[in-house]
Nanobody, 116 residues
Framework: QVQLVESGGGTVQAGGSLRLSCTAS????????MGWFRQAPGKEREFVAQ???????DYAESVKGRFTLSRDNAKNTVYLQMNSLKPEDTAVYFC??????????WGQGTQVTVSS
């Protein structure tokens, strides 16, 4: 089992930036597809971004051009740089790892609040 620990959430004004980090346990990190999902109050969890090995990341349309996902395999860490934040980006953000055929490992989540 992989443990995922997120950090970097907080409160920011609209137009501001935050960087989320997620560090994974274990020695197989570089083989995992890593992703971020988010869940706003009263809404279902939704895909934000993912990165497979060192390929170009995939993004949800709602964050494309504003969010950047990267990974540092030497540090077992993925980063989600979030720029030009909007109030609708307010949610709990979850880091996840695909160690088998689906996203099966999840972090505890970190709150991001964007005020208008």
């Amino acid at each position: 089992q992989v443990q995922l620990v997120e950090s970097g959430g907080g409160t920011v004004q609209a137009g501001g930036s935050l960087r989320l980090s997620c560090t994974a346990s274990g020695r197989a990190f570089s083989r995992y597809t890593m992703g971020w999902f988010r869940q706003a109050p009263g809404k279902e969890r939704e895909f934000v971004a993912q990165i497979v090995w060192s390929a170009e990341p995939d993004y949800a349309e709602s964050v494309k051009g504003r969010f950047t996902l990267s990974r540092d395999n030497a540090k077992n860490t993925v980063y989600l740089q979030m720029n030009s934040l909007k109030p609708e980006d307010t949610a709990v953000y979850f880091c996840t790892a695909r160690t088998s055929g689906s996203y099966d490992q999840w972090g505890q989540g970190t709150q991001v609040t964007v005020s208008s």
